[in-house]
């Protein structure tokens, strides 16, 4: 397998999950600025949508989209655990978390990073992302993780965007639950070796 990535991005989620699950791949940095690999290969001959993740299976066949990437992974690997099995209750909560993360926290931090939106309406994004954080603080108290005892895809997706606050001075020392969930999800060897990987912690 091959996963297309850029540091630090959304990509980083599904790097998570298989480091998590102990899959052999090839991580392929792919520059969300110039759209271009290393080798000078366009982007876009790989996703015609230039955005990261996508996942290459060894047939060729190409996922995109975090939430479905991560998913397939943990399926790949079900003794880790990282996904409650298809049919159930407790995998539809998990598309319930993945869905929520991808619109309500994914998605928010969108125009914060794009430099042709205004200051003013910047603003009204962050607060509704503190909205948001308040509500995963509430979820957090007395959990582990975000399904309960075990960490699920979800909580590496969910540690991926959360690092976006740092650069854009959100501050979360308002959320003491979410704060230690956090530490708890970057302490992991597997989230520690795909920071490593991509450059974000040495």
Known sequence: MKLYYSPGACSLSPHIALMEAGLAFEPVLASTKSHKLQDGTD??????????PVLELDDGTRLREGPAIVQYIADQAPTKNLAPANGTLQRYRLQEWLTFIGTEVHKGFSPLFNPAVPEEVKAIFKDKLKSRYQWLNAQLEGRDFLMGEHFTVADGYLFTVTNWTKPMNIDLSPYPHLQAWHARVGARPAVQAAMKAEGLIK
Do not use: E, F, Q
Request: aromatic letters at 30%; glycine letters at 10%; a neutral charge.
């Open 43 to 52: 982007y876009y001959t790989i996703n015609p949508l230039g955005y990261v």
